[in-house]
């Protein structure tokens, strides 16, 4: 990089000079042209006409506009030259360096080139704006000889200096002056090309910073506009083409000198606005110029305002090197400095009328800026590696140094992780255990009172059986929450869509809780807009129910005064919908719990005044509370929000502290038909004379199960297991008794030895040859355990088993009913209250 600068130094230093003589050179190529006597002659004068106009004479070079959007009409003006020549040993040529127009030469009427026939030149620069004639030495006389130019053109002619003379000396004039208007325009060009995309490429590879974006799309379009200008066929006609070729200036000078500020750390928004406003309606502008017929006045105006453009990107690279103070930045403000005089001195050329073709020098101003910031660029992108690949080593070291700790801390994360994954499975195999082991008390205790209800008792005894049966069912109660999520985690709870009618339901829960609403002195009210009563819902109607109940459970739960307000009315949109909101005068939520009161067992602190903030009802799907202040397990509104989700229904919660709070559920609505069910109503009839069959490997539960089931008039025969209960069936039949058919099967699911009660039921109905009615039961709800029972085909129910429900299957065993698979409806709140008045016989 450091021979690269000062290989770069030397360019510098002798490519000003050059520059310079190239310029003097083209400025003045009649002293450039040394040649051999007799000189070339530069005639400057001729008799120009005009059809249907007298022949007047003009000074060279000559221009003719025609009128302002005028393309139809072709200007047609013939030049006549003399010069006088003596005799010349050597080839002559005619010379013309500036022609834009069709063009017809000839000398003393013998035509020397014909270009009338070729299309327009269309360039704004280009090589067939020169022409090189060589002249046959008999198409000449010694002394006056008469020179005749025809021209053609359809928008502007423009004719330059005439040179004759000797070829060889000419034709130097020549290549000098294509070589500079055109050659090394497009070799610049093709360099500056290279670099912009080397530019370009590098921002590729860090598109973080625009500094290589800006320069890269400046210097590429920069090239392009300069090798357009040479191309013999630009694809545009006027005025198009003098349009879009002057506004290619400002496409390359924009983001060149957003360039300059950004690198000088300038900051001038505003400035940078106007340049991108500036590109953006230049062509409106210029288009209107047209229109007006002032389009060359304009375009000489709209290139003066963006050279001024550049000064300020050239003042923001003064700026640069004042602050860096280095060679770096002198030699960017020289040759930005250099760049803006090119500029300059090519816009005073461009309105010089002594030449119709001048040298412009912007194109070389390109070689000095374009490699010089290139090598800025490159060097920083290069200081940037270089800085990462240390930083990489350094990281490395580290990595390297710290690699044996983080080691260490992989293992010790590793061994906690390990240990917090038994401790899990403890937990659980804890929680699966302490299930079943509570559940079979529980179990045993719902079928003791049941029983009990059944011996005369006197008042004392019955309200003491009484508030055993409202313990046992509280116990139940939360049971039942665990189930419920339990069996939403094994999937096992399966969603029934259908038309229904939503206000005969929600009439149904309002009388459900209005005795325990009356019991606190609350307000419980319906309210059911009847805007809409074409219109039903569409849901499933057991789980919406469960919902409801969960949420006006819960108000009637946690509200101390005031009421409960159970509404329901229809909303419009594209979709209509029913929103079905709760709405309460509790305690209310803060606003930073009310996402967290759905989550599973989370429950609110009691406020300083004793009133329970927990927003939670663990009646199960479809269980409610029992008017006490007793708190729940923190499941009912994550109940609530599984079965939303479950069915795809929004649910919502508003609340304000010490003003109450409003829970929302949405459902959609239809205008289908409900479907007509049969009246509901649970299986009655007698039990007496019904052989069942109970396996189950706790002796407590199956002596309950025995009691309650003699009190139906049922015949009982129990068993640890399959054997034990096929024995007592042996056992009375070697002792003369003639034993029962058995009728019906209720089975634990887990026994001991690792048994499971559907391969017991398969055991007892190959015993008999019989397809026996069976129901199991389980005291364990692990998620596991009931997709297995689920998927089991036999009808099953958790344990505590409310007595009304065995009873109600028991019925329809009797009438050859209960022979479908599948999870047995879980009681209300009002039945699991009343389970041992409804079962006793």
Same mark, same amino acid.
């Given at each position: 990089?450091?021979?690269?600068?000062?290989?770069?130094?030397?360019?510098?230093?002798?490519?000003?000079?050059?520059?310079?003589?190239?310029?003097?050179?083209? @400025?003045?190529?009649?002293?450039?042209?040394?040649?051999? +006597?007799?000189?070339?002659?530069?005639?400057?004068?001729?008799?120009?006409?005009?059809?249907?106009?007298?022949?007047?004479?003009?000074?060279?070079?000559?221009?003719? %506009?025609?009128?302002?959007?005028?393309?139809?009409?072709?200007?047609?003006?013939?030049?006549?030259?003399?010069?006088?020549?003596?005799?010349?040993?050597?080839?002559?040529?005619?010379?013309?360096?500036?022609?834009?127009?069709?063009?017809?030469?000839?000398?003393?009427?013998?035509?020397?080139?014909?270009?009338?026939?070729?299309?327009?030149?269309?360039?704004?620069?280009?090589?067939?704006?020169?022409?090189?004639?060589?002249?046959?030495?008999?198409?000449? *006389?010694?002394?006056?000889?008469?020179?005749?130019?025809?021209?053609?053109?359809?928008?502007?002619?423009?004719?330059? *200096?005439?040179?004759?003379?000797?070829?060889?000396?000419?034709?130097?004039?020549?290549?000098?002056?294509?070589?500079?208007?055109?050659?090394?325009?497009?070799?610049?060009?093709?360099?500056?090309?290279?670099?912009?995309?080397?530019?370009? =490429?590098?921002?590729?590879?860090?598109?973080?910073?625009?500094?290589?974006?800006?320069?890269?799309?400046?210097?590429?379009?920069?090239?392009?506009?300069?090798?357009?200008?040479?191309?013999?066929?630009?694809?545009?006609?006027?005025?198009?083409?003098?349009?879009?070729?002057?506004?290619?200036?400002?496409?390359?000078?924009?983001?060149?000198?957003?360039?300059?500020?950004?690198?000088?750390?300038?900051?001038?928004?505003?400035?940078?606005?106007?340049?991108?406003?500036?590109?953006?309606?230049?062509?409106?502008?210029?288009?209107?110029?047209?229109?007006?017929?002032?389009?060359?006045?304009?375009?000489?105006?709209? &290139?003066?305002?963006?050279?001024?453009?550049?000064?300020?990107?050239?003042?923001?690279?003064?700026?640069?090197?004042?602050?860096?103070?280095?060679?770096?930045?002198?030699?960017?403000?020289?040759?930005?400095?250099?760049?803006?005089?090119?500029?300059?001195?090519?816009?005073?050329?461009?309105?010089?009328? @002594?030449?119709?073709?001048?040298?412009?020098?912007?194109?070389? #101003?390109?070689?000095?800026?374009?490699?010089?910031?290139?090598?800025?660029?490159?060097?920083?992108?290069?200081?940037?590696?270089?800085?990462?690949?240390?930083?990489? +080593?350094?990281?490395?070291?580290?990595?390297?140094?710290?690699?044996?700790? =983080?080691?260490?801390?992989? !293992? /010790?994360?590793?061994?906690?992780?390990?240990?917090?994954?038994?401790?899990?499975?403890?937990?659980?195999?804890?929680?699966?255990?302490?299930?079943? $082991?509570?559940?079979?008390?529980?179990?045993?205790?719902?079928?003791?009172?049941?029983?009990? &209800?059944?011996?005369?008792?006197?008042?004392?005894?019955?309200?003491?059986? $009484? &508030?055993? #049966?409202?313990?046992?069912?509280?116990?139940?109660?939360?049971?039942?929450?665990?189930?419920?999520?339990?069996?939403?985690?094994?999937?096992?709870?399966?969603?029934?869509?259908?038309?229904?009618? =939503?206000?005969?339901?929600?009439?149904?829960?309002?009388?459900?809780?209005?005795?325990?609403?009356?019991?606190?002195?609350?307000?419980?009210?319906?309210?059911?807009?009847?805007?809409?009563?074409?219109?039903?819902?569409? #849901?499933?109607?057991?789980?919406? /129910?469960?919902?409801?109940? !969960?949420?006006?459970?819960?108000?009637?739960?946690?509200?101390?005064?005031?009421?409960?307000?159970?509404?329901?009315?229809?909303?419009?949109?594209?979709?209509?919908?029913?929103?079905?909101?709760?709405?309460?005068?509790?305690?209310?939520?803060?606003?930073?719990?009310?996402?967290?009161?759905?989550?599973?067992?989370?429950?609110?602190?009691?406020?300083?005044?004793?009133?329970?903030?927990?927003?939670?009802?663990?009646?199960?799907?479809?269980?409610?509370?029992?008017?006490?202040?007793?708190?729940?397990?923190?499941?009912?509104? @994550?109940?609530?929000?599984?079965?939303?989700?479950?069915?795809?229904?929004?649910?919502?919660?508003?609340?304000?502290?010490?003003?109450?709070?409003?829970?929302?559920?949405?459902?959609?609505?239809?205008?289908?038909?409900?479907?007509?069910?049969?009246?509901?109503?649970?299986?009655?009839?007698?039990?007496?004379?019904?052989?069942?069959?109970?396996?189950?490997? $706790?002796?407590?539960?199956?002596?309950?199960?025995?009691?309650?089931?003699?009190?139906?008039?049922?015949?009982?025969?129990?068993?640890?297991?399959?054997?034990?209960?096929?024995?007592?069936?042996?056992?009375?039949?070697?002792?003369?008794?003639?034993?029962?058919?058995?009728?019906?099967?209720?089975?634990?699911?887990?026994?001991? %030895?690792?048994?499971?009660?559907?391969?017991?039921?398969?055991?007892?109905?190959?015993?008999?040859?019989?397809?026996?009615?069976?129901?199991?039961?389980?005291?364990?709800?692990?998620?596991?355990?009931?997709?297995?029972?689920?998927?089991?085909?036999?009808?099953?129910?958790?344990?505590?088993?409310?007595?009304? &429900?065995?009873?109600?299957?028991?019925?329809?065993?009797?009438?050859?009913?209960?022979?479908?698979?599948?999870?047995?409806?879980?009681?209300?709140?009002?039945?699991?209250?009343?389970?041992?008045?409804?079962?006793?016989?």
């Amino acid at each position: 990089m450091h021979c690269f600068a000062k290989v770069y130094k030397v360019v510098a230093r002798l490519a000003a000079p050059a520059l310079l003589w190239l310029a003097l050179a083209s @400025s003045a190529p009649s002293m450039a042209a040394a040649a051999p +006597a007799p000189p070339p002659q530069e005639l400057q004068q001729a008799q120009r006409q005009l059809p249907g106009e007298a022949r007047s004479t003009v000074v060279l070079p000559d221009t003719i %506009d025609a009128a302002a959007g005028d393309l139809s009409t072709v200007l047609r003006p013939h030049y006549r030259l003399q010069v006088e020549l003596g005799d010349s040993a050597g080839r002559t040529a005619i010379y013309l360096p500036g022609v834009f127009a069709h063009a017809r030469v000839a000398i003393n009427g013998h035509v020397v080139a014909d270009r009338i026939r070729e299309p327009l030149p269309s360039a704004p620069r280009g090589a067939n704006r020169l022409l090189l004639a060589t002249v046959p030495g008999e198409f000449l *006389r010694p002394g006056l000889n008469h020179i005749d130019v025809d021209m053609a053109g359809t928008r502007k002619t423009s004719l330059s *200096r005439v040179w004759i003379g000797d070829e060889d000396a000419l034709r130097s004039l020549y290549e000098r002056k294509l070589l500079l208007t055109v050659h090394a325009p497009v070799a610049a060009a093709a360099i500056i090309i290279a670099l912009s995309l080397c530019v370009l =490429l590098l921002w590729a590879r860090q598109t973080g910073d625009t500094l290589y974006a800006f320069f890269g799309i400046g210097g590429l379009l920069w090239a392009l506009h300069t090798v357009w200008t040479v191309l013999p066929d630009p694809m545009l006609r006027a005025p198009h083409l003098s349009i879009w070729w002057t506004m290619g200036f400002p496409f390359f000078i924009a983001p060149l000198v957003v360039f300059c500020i950004r690198l000088a750390q300038w900051d001038l928004p505003r400035f940078e606005r106007a340049l991108w406003i500036g590109v953006v309606a230049g062509p409106v502008l210029l288009y209107a110029a047209e229109f007006a017929g002032v389009l060359e006045t304009a375009q000489d105006y709209w &290139r003066l305002l963006w050279i001024g453009a550049v000064a300020v990107g050239v003042a923001a690279v003064g700026r640069y090197a004042l602050r860096q103070r280095n060679v770096r930045g002198m030699l960017l403000l020289t040759v930005g400095a250099v760049a803006l005089i090119f500029g300059v001195r090519d816009w005073l050329m461009d309105q010089d009328l @002594s030449d119709n073709h001048p040298v412009f020098l912007t194109s070389f #101003s390109g070689l000095l800026f374009f490699p010089l910031v290139a090598w800025i660029l490159i060097d920083g992108f290069v200081a940037t590696a270089r800085e990462l690949r240390l930083l990489n +080593a350094e990281l490395e070291r580290r990595v390297a140094g710290k690699s044996a700790q =983080l080691l260490q801390t992989v !293992n /010790e994360m590793r061994a906690a992780k390990d240990a917090a994954e038994a401790a899990d499975r403890a937990k659980s195999s804890f929680l699966a255990a302490a299930s079943h $082991d509570l559940r079979q008390p529980a179990h045993a205790l719902g079928l003791y009172l049941a029983a009990l &209800r059944g011996e005369t008792l006197n008042d004392a005894q019955a309200e003491l059986v $009484d &508030r055993m #049966s409202d313990a046992a069912a509280a116990l139940d109660t939360m049971f039942n929450a665990l189930l419920d999520i339990s069996r939403m985690d094994a999937g096992a709870v399966e969603v029934q869509r259908r038309p229904f009618e =939503l206000q005969p339901m929600l009439h149904r829960l309002a009388d459900e809780f209005a005795h325990d609403a009356a019991d606190k002195g609350l307000r419980l009210s319906v309210r059911v807009s009847g805007a809409a009563s074409g219109l039903r819902a569409y #849901s499933d109607p057991m789980l919406v /129910e469960r919902i409801v109940r !969960n949420l006006l459970g819960n108000a009637v739960k946690y509200t101390r005064t005031g009421g409960v307000l159970l509404a329901c009315r229809k909303c419009g949109g594209a979709t209509p919908c029913w929103r079905i909101q709760v709405h309460d005068t509790g305690p209310g939520i803060a606003e930073a719990d009310r996402e967290r009161v759905f989550e599973e067992f989370f429950q609110l602190e009691p406020s300083s005044r004793g009133v329970a903030f927990e927003r939670s009802h663990d009646g199960g799907l479809d269980g409610g509370t029992d008017g006490s202040h007793r708190q729940g397990l923190g499941l009912g509104l @994550s109940i609530v929000r599984r079965l939303s989700q479950l069915l795809d229904h929004a649910v919502s919660l508003k609340s304000r502290l010490g003003r109450g709070s409003c829970l929302t559920l949405e459902l959609p609505a239809t205008t289908d038909a409900a479907p007509v069910e049969a009246p509901a109503g649970r299986p009655e009839g007698a039990l007496n004379g019904l052989c069942v069959g109970v396996i189950d490997d $706790d002796a407590q539960v199956r002596a309950a199960m025995r009691s309650l089931l003699e009190r139906w008039g049922c015949v009982v025969r129990t068993g640890e297991n399959a054997a034990e209960l096929l024995a007592d069936a042996t056992a009375l039949h070697a002792a003369a008794i003639p034993p029962p058919r058995l009728q019906a099967l209720v089975v634990d699911y887990q026994l001991r %030895d690792g048994r499971t009660g559907p391969q017991e039921i398969g055991a007892v109905r190959l015993a008999c040859a019989a397809h026996l009615p069976a129901l199991i039961v389980s005291g364990v709800s692990a998620p596991t355990r009931l997709a297995e029972l689920h998927a089991s085909g036999f009808e099953w129910l958790i344990k505590p088993v409310p007595p009304q &429900r065995l009873r109600s299957w028991l019925v329809a065993a009797l009438r050859g009913k209960a022979v479908h698979g599948g999870a047995a409806p879980t009681p209300t709140r009002r039945e699991a209250a009343r389970s041992a008045q409804q079962a006793a016989p």
